[in-house]
C-alpha cells in the first residue's frame, strides 16, 4: 500500500468525522486545510436521484455565479460577418467559420466554451465527435446557440457556468478560487445549488438532491447539508 504524503494525512485528520455541514462551515475548513503553492479551485459534487439514461430525467443547465469563477475563460465563435466582428469586439478568443471546422477537427481545441450562431450549426455539427464527448457542443438550452453573440460571450467570460448530469447523476463543477473571501464562496454555492434545484426534471422520482459534498482541487471531500444549501 502506498505510503500517505504528509499534506494528504494532515488533511483527512482535518476533515475526520465531519459531515453534514453548513455551506459556511465546509469552505471555512476546506480554506484553512489547504496547504498546495497555488490558488485551488472550490468544487461542488452533487448527487442527484436522476438517471440521465431517460431523456426526461437529463439535468442541464447554466448559471451566471454572482462572483464569479476566478477562471480565465477561452471562449471560440462559429459567426460569419457582422456576427464574426460582434464576437471579436465582445472580447471573443476565436473567431471562424469553416476553417475553424478544420482547425477542431484537427486536433486543435484551444477554447473552454464553444458559442454559434444557428446559421453555423450545419458546420458545427459535423464537429459533435469532437466537441460533444468535451462537453463543448453548442445548444440553445444553454444559451451558446444565438445571435446574440456578444450577450452570449460575455457571460461565459463573466463568470458562468454550465452543468450537467453525467451517467451516474452526478453535477459537478467549479464555483470560485479559495482565494476568494468565504462570503462569495458561500455565495456562489448556493447559486449554483439553486440553478440545479430549478432544474429538476419532470421524470425525477423521490429525493431530487441526494447528496452534496465541497472539496478543493487537490484536497478532500465534506458533504454538507441539502437543506442548508438550498436557497429558498
Known amino acids: 500500500m502506498a505510503k500517505l504524503g504528509k499534506r494528504t494525512v494532515a488533511a483527512r485528520a482535518a476533515f475526520a468525522g465531519k459531515e453534514d455541514l453548513t455551506v459556511e462551515e465546509a469552505v471555512t475548513l476546506i480554506k484553512s486545510a489547504s496547504n498546495v503553492k497555488f490558488d485551488e479551485t472550490l468544487e461542488i459534487a452533487m448527487n442527484l436521484g436522476v438517471d440521465p439514461r431517460h431523456a426526461d430525467?437529463?439535468?442541464?443547465?447554466?448559471?451566471?455565479?454572482?462572483?464569479?469563477?476566478?477562471?480565465?475563460?477561452?471562449?471560440?465563435?462559429?459567426?460569419r460577418g457582422a456576427k464574426a466582428d460582434e464576437a471579436q469586439a465582445a472580447g471573443a478568443d476565436i473567431v471562424g467559420a469553416e476553417d475553424l471546422m478544420e482547425i477542431v477537427q484537427g486536433g486543435k481545441i484551444e477554447f473552454d466554451r464553444c458559442i454559434a450562431t444557428p446559421d453555423m450549426m450545419p458546420v458545427v455539427g459535423r464537429l459533435g465527435?469532437?466537441?460533444?464527448?468535451?462537453?463543448?457542443?453548442?445548444?440553445?438550452?444553454?444559451?451558446?446557440?444565438?445571435?446574440?453573440?456578444e450577450a452570449a460571450v460575455k457571460a461565459a467570460k463573466g463568470g458562468e457556468v454550465q452543468f450537467k448530469a453525467e451517467k451516474a447523476g452526478v453535477v459537478h463543477a467549479?464555483?470560485?478560487?479559495?482565494?476568494?473571501?468565504?462570503?462569495?464562496?458561500v455565495e456562489n454555492v448556493r447559486a449554483f445549488v439553486s440553478a440545479v434545484a430549478k432544474a429538476k426534471p419532470t421524470g425525477a422520482k423521490g429525493a431530487y438532491m441526494k447528496a452534496i459534498s465541497l472539496s478543493s482541487t487537490m484536497g478532500p471531500g465534506v458533504s454538507i447539508s441539502v437543506d442548508n444549501a438550498v436557497v429558498e
Open 174 to 185: 467549479g464555483v470560485g478560487k479559495l482565494s476568494f473571501d468565504d462570503a462569495k464562496l
Open 129 to 149: 465527435k469532437v466537441l460533444g464527448p468535451r462537453n463543448l457542443m453548442p445548444n440553445p438550452k444553454v444559451g451558446t446557440v444565438t445571435m446574440d453573440v
Open 57 to 79: 430525467q437529463m439535468v442541464r443547465g447554466v448559471v451566471g455565479l454572482p462572483n464569479g469563477t476566478g477562471k480565465t475563460v477561452r471562449v471560440a465563435v462559429f459567426a
